[in-house]
């Protein structure tokens, strides 16, 4: 969802809210460069605080190296900090020790933790060495939980469509768990191994389709021809297993930020409708910036949801009026209003009577009874 901001005056603005946005730049340094300042806008927007952190979502691979440098340059050029933000890790190569120059651990380190103020604590990155690995993931969706529920996740796909590593045929519905690597996914990594496949893992951990749709805010970055066709069931197809992509047409937050040459499955006329969007908002006089209003509406569903989880706490056994909704709350749980039955009846008993002619009603009120015969004419002979 898009939010464009027009400036009223100091500290305020009229923030308007679009559909689903694709911003397309010309090439992979304009696009990572979108990216990396429209994350450093939100973090700044946010404040945050120790008691109040930046959840962050991160993935790997090549697709974000350039957006981590720019990070690590508005660091050291002191427009952000990382002292208040956490960070959870899409995914995680089961059996590659952490410090494999592969490992994910290893990139995170060397693109961007290394070089940055993070609290070291604040780092979660799935553990593929773990001696039970379906705890360790269950343990990561709890943390998240714990965290307050992750911000904004950014994220790159590969050339199937597949987020993180929700290979084609994934759960829409699925969390944090053990995950058997395709094929393509499998030749794709071997460069990063001196293009060995013997050398690439077969397994990881991975955070669910459903684990990234519950953050906030999806930012996917898709550069190259190469991903063109799964932007293109992304964008023009239906949500689809087969394209993990395709599930952030369910989202209500999202920004994909692609290249030129990722559009090029495209029709022209998509790429043209969006990229009027931003058109018609510039010549507004409307800045595309970080949705204030997105963190505002947040804030106040948190508070709502504290307040009703207070609420259920305070409510004892029995049943209560619960003055917020006018519902019922029986044993701590609200309960849904129930519908009286509807009474059927006969058609009939809607019908009114038809008036009584004259002369059929005696005296004592009884109807006047007659034959057949008495009512027909005596014919003349």
């Not at 005056?9 to 679009?18: I, S, V």
């Not at 993070?118 to 379906?134: K, Q, R, T």
Request: negative net charge; aromatic residues 6%.
């Amino acid at each position: 969802m898009a939010s464009y901001c027009l400036p009223l005056g100091e500290g305020a603005c009229w923030m308007l809210t679009t559909t689903r946005r694709l911003v397309v730049r010309d090439n992979q340094a304009t696009a990572s460069e979108y990216v990396a300042e429209y994350i450093i806008q939100r973090i700044n927007a946010f404040a945050p605080t120790a008691t109040r952190p930046f959840v962050l979502g991160l993935p790997t691979g090549s697709s974000p190296q350039q957006v981590y440098a720019i990070l690590v340059a508005a660091f050291r050029e002191k427009r952000i900090s990382f002292k208040h933000v956490i960070t959870f890790n899409m995914d995680e190569y089961v059996g590659l020790p952490s410090a494999h120059p592969q490992s994910y651990h290893t990139f995170m380190y060397n693109h961007l933790f290394s070089h940055i103020d993070i609290d070291p604590s604040n780092v979660h990155i799935l553990d593929g060495n773990a001696p039970d690995l379906e705890s360790e993931c269950a343990a990561y969706e709890a943390a998240i939980r714990k965290a307050g529920g992750i911000e904004l996740f950014l994220g790159g796909i590969g050339p199937d469509g597949h987020v993180a590593f929700n290979e084609p045929g994934s759960s829409l519905n699925s969390r944090t768990r053990v995950k058997t690597l395709a094929y393509d996914t499998i030749l794709a990594n071997s460069r990063f191994f001196g293009d060995d496949l013997g050398k690439v893992p077969r397994m990881a951990l991975t955070v669910g389709v459903a684990t990234v749709l519950a953050a906030k805010e999806v930012v996917i970055i898709i550069t190259g021809a190469h991903k063109a066709l799964a932007l293109q069931k992304c964008i023009e197809g239906p949500v689809n297993h087969m394209w993990t992509l395709s599930s952030l047409q369910m989202h209500q937050h999202a920004l994909i930020v692609v290249d030129e040459d990722a559009t090029l499955e495209l029709q022209v006329k998509t790429v043209k409708y969006f990229k009027s969007i931003e058109g018609v908002a510039k010549e507004c006089g409307y800045d595309q910036m970080v949705p204030s209003e997105i963190a505002r509406q947040n804030a106040e569903r948190a508070a709502e949801e504290a307040e009703m989880k207070a609420l259920l706490e305070s409510k004892g056994n029995g049943t209560k009026a619960n003055g917020a909704n006018g519902g019922l709350m029986v044993n701590g749980t609200p309960q849904r209003a129930v519908t009286p039955d509807i009474i059927p009846d006969r058609m009939s008993s809607r019908i009114s009577d038809p008036p009584i002619p004259e002369g059929m009603m005696k005296e004592n009120g009884e109807l006047k009874m007659s034959n057949m015969h008495s009512r027909m004419p005596v014919p003349a002979y």
